[in-house]
């Protein structure tokens, strides 16, 4: 019990850590949040352009679009920013840290998602209080807290994928095309922007091999009322899987390659 | 004892292998065997050398002779490729966890710092990742910043320190779990009179609770640390001088 609170502790002091850096740009969460802002604003107009008999009105197609878009940011937060701060860790020589306390690497590397997932989450709420006040969103109010429930279990459920891209930085240093590889495939493959139903047939099988889409599909039911493709247990059946399947594999990968790079000498290089 | 590490001269060559036996008392350190090579470059040759409790020794040799890297394997950074590396008896990959309880490293250099990041936060987040109970984590923090007299920084960001007082801070992040074993590299770098003062007292403590420190000097100008022993390292072998 001891050891575990000892451990938390340890992760709660690398969240710590992330979160003084990250307030030490002043204006970054404004950045951050304006950039949001943008996207929304900007899909709101591009709305005005959907009559499809696919997803109903622009105001349902912008709801569609607005919860796919705030969605894959959340997932996508386990990827991107952990991996830009390993990066930035080997650079700076501060990894060695990780890789010789007793809390350990493949640890830290996980406590690395913890305030960007954090962050992601408090962004998603802020970005629909700003669809809903300024474009009229039709949010579910009574809904949102099983939202955040079910975007935080699809954070965990992606995880796997930045723990796996973590030992690609590890082993190649350089994974950034890999991270927008992975990212620019679930916008197309995973309902970001458009149903996965429109896709061609023969490429439909792929958004169902991941953990975003049965999400984003429950998010939107919670969140904006959008109809549901499959019962809410087998989504829910589905992320739990990937999480219980994929978890305990990428942790044994980065186990491994960190291990690599201890004995190659990498481990020091960048 | 061997007071300053003074040049690194005379053939080393002529000297004999580091094969300490440590007389009646088990070595804090023990290296047996240990080489390492990069590549088609063989950095360390079966190196053997063993630290008794309280002992604080000095390695001198030119730069690239493999002093840093014998410094990363005993601190469990770095894997060896031969040999065996053990702290009071336990196997830095077997027993990992209580290991690094009991290794302090100072990588050489400057790095290792965040340059955004407080004092304060430095020692917070180290604590943390060292596994410091909370009841006693400020006390920890306390003592190491006493040691290296950083209390009048602690709110000061990395950035804004200079080199001698970023050197502090990173001397008081090797010991803030109080190690057995003291692994430093180069640990004067940028230290004024008073800083090697402090890490002078800081090894004495050490010595006196029974720990030991290895200590990398590649010219050998170290005055004012107090050392046990003087070794070299001369094309990935060690030793004694």
Not at chain 2, 43 to 63: H, M, T
Not at chain 2, 190 to 207: C, F, H, K, M, V
Request: proline share 5%; aromatic share 8%.
């Amino acid at each position: 019990m001891s050891a575990l609170r000892d451990h938390l502790s340890a992760a709660g002091a690398v969240c710590r850590r992330d979160l003084a850096l990250f307030a030490s740009y002043r204006m970054r969460f404004v950045t951050t949040f304006f950039t949001a802002a943008v996207t929304l604003t900007l899909f709101y107009y591009i709305s005005r352009l959907v009559h499809s008999g696919r997803v109903g009105s622009p105001n349902r197609y912008y709801a569609f679009v607005v919860v796919g878009v705030i969605i894959l940011e959340v997932v996508t937060s386990t990827l991107a920013t952990p991996i830009a701060t390993l990066r930035q860790e080997l650079l700076a020589g501060t990894f060695e840290r990780m890789v010789l306390s007793p809390f350990g690497a493949v640890r830290c590397v996980l406590s690395l998602m913890i305030f960007p997932l954090l962050l992601s989450l408090v962004l998603a709420v802020a970005s629909l209080a700003y669809a809903g006040l300024l474009f009229g969103l039709p949010l579910r109010w009574p809904t949102l807290p099983g939202g955040a429930a079910v975007a935080l279990l699809a954070a965990i459920a992606f995880a796997p994928f930045g723990v796996l891209m973590a030992s690609a930085v590890m082993l190649f240093k350089q994974t950034n095309a890999g991270a927008t590889f992975v990212v620019t495939g679930l916008t197309l493959l995973a309902g970001v922007y458009f149903p996965v139903a429109l896709l061609p047939g023969w490429i439909r099988w792929a958004s169902d091999v991941q953990p975003f889409t049965p999400a984003v599909d429950l998010l939107r039911n919670l969140l904006v009322g959008t109809p549901l493709s499959e019962p809410v247990l087998v989504s829910v059946g589905k992320l739990l899987g990937f999480a219980a399947v994929m978890f305990p594999i990428s942790l044994v990968v980065l186990g491994a390659a960190v291990r690599r790079s201890r004995r190659m000498g990498t481990v020091i290089e960048y | 004892m061997d007071r300053g590490i003074r040049g690194f001269g005379g053939t080393v060559a002529d000297a004999e292998p580091d094969t300490i036996a440590v007389a009646g008392r088990a070595p804090v350190l023990r290296l047996e065997g240990v080489s390492k090579r990069f590549g088609s470059r063989a950095v360390l040759r079966e190196v053997d050398l063993a630290l008794a409790p309280g002992e604080v020794v000095a390695i001198c040799g030119r730069n690239g002779a493999g002093k840093t890297t014998l410094l990363r394997i005993a601190a469990g950074l770095l894997i060896a490729d031969a040999g065996s590396v053990r702290i009071a008896g336990l196997d830095p990959e077997r027993d990992r966890r209580d290991y690094q309880r009991r290794v302090g490293l100072l990588a050489a250099g400057s790095s290792g710092l965040y340059g955004r990041l407080p004092v304060e936060r430095h020692l917070d987040f180290c604590a943390g990742i060292a596994l410091i109970p909370r009841r006693v984590r400020r006390a920890a923090i306390e003592r190491a910043t006493a040691a290296f007299d950083l209390s009048a920084l602690r709110g000061l960001r990395v950035d804004r320190l200079s080199m001698g007082q970023r050197q502090r801070l990173r001397l008081a992040l090797a010991f803030l779990h109080d190690p057995e074993l003291a692994l430093l590299d180069e640990p004067l770098t940028s230290l004024d009179e008073e800083g090697g003062e402090l890490l002078e007292a800081r090894l004495d403590r050490l010595r006196a609770s029974g720990g030991s420190a290895l200590l990398c000097a590649p010219t050998g100008e170290h005055d004012g640390i107090t050392v046990d022993r003087t070794l070299a390292i001369d094309d990935g072998r060690l030793v004694t001088r």
